[in-house]
T-cell receptor, first 114, second 110 residues
Framework: DTAVSQTPKYLVTQMGNDKSIKCEQN?????MYWYKQDSKKFLKIMFSYNNKELIINETVPNRFSPKSPDKAHLNLHINSLELGDSAVYFCASSRGWMGNEKLFFGSGTQLSVL | RKEVEQDPGPFNVPEGATVAFNCTYS??????FFWYRQDCRKEPKLLMSVYSSGNEDGRFTAQLNRASQYISLLIRDSKLSDSATYLCVVNLAGAQKLVFGQGTRLTINP
């Protein structure tokens, strides 16, 4: 069983479209995250949720809207996709929310905006 | 100054060699430190946590120097399978998040 699973693995879409990425974890963790890894390989946090509550919202355009229906799921919806949104998006989870515990990552979603 | 800084490399070393790399962090109040490994086109995976007294896991040794605000990773008897990008990760005290370094790319050559 995959601990943190996200879908789709690849997403190719046109500029201006709206798309969603889904993430689920079966580790029983309370906290989930979205990270973005750009072409230079920097991995940067976008959002974190603890038990469905938003904890961190980094400086991310409001075209990005996370949703956590329960603590095992954290989805990411992106409106009006732009070329600069092309990146690999990783979902992750951790046991606690203080930002000092190890992260478990999903396998990533490679988003290509054409 | 960046919150977490690493030499991006690449480091190319022969199989069997010992290789070490450092990572510096800017927040003196940081308490949690990790090394992650990321293979090409894969997700980062925890390699090891870094403890104050230093710790070892097989061929891997991690150390923390609080005074100089850096952590290090030493790999002994390197294997071809150690080829990967190694990410230094530090918690940003008070901000409830982990910050990743750019990563150090390591290639072990036969």
């Amino acid at each position: 069983d995959t601990a943190v699973s996200q879908t789709p693995k690849y997403l190719v879409t046109q500029m201006g479209n709206d798309k969603s990425i889904k993430c689920e974890q079966n580790l029983g963790h309370d906290t989930m995250y979205w990270y973005k890894q750009d072409s230079k390989k920097f991995l940067k946090i976008m959002f974190s949720y603890n038990n469905k509550e938003l904890i961190i919202n980094e400086t991310v355009p409001n075209r990005f809207s996370p949703k956590s229906p329960d603590k095992a799921h954290l989805n990411l919806h992106i409106n009006s996709l732009e070329l600069g949104d092309s990146a690999v998006y990783f979902c992750a989870s951790s046991r606690g929310w203080m930002g000092n515990e190890k992260l478990f990552f999903g396998s990533g979603t490679q988003l290509s905006v054409l | 100054r960046k919150e977490v800084e690493q030499d991006p490399g690449p480091f190319n070393v022969p199989e069997g060699a010992t290789v070490a790399f450092n990572c510096t962090y800017s927040n003196s109040a940081s308490q949690s430190f990790f090394w992650y490994r990321q293979d090409c086109r894969k997700e980062p995976k925890l390699l090891m946590s870094v403890y104050s007294s230093g710790n070892e896991d097989g061929r891997f040794t991690a150390q923390l120097n609080r005074a100089s605000q850096y952590i290090s990773l030493l790999i002994r008897d390197s294997k071809l399978s150690d080829s990967a990008t190694y990410l230094c990760v530090v918690n940003l005290a008070g901000a409830q998040k982990l910050v990743f370094g750019q990563g150090t790319r390591l290639t072990i050559n036969p």
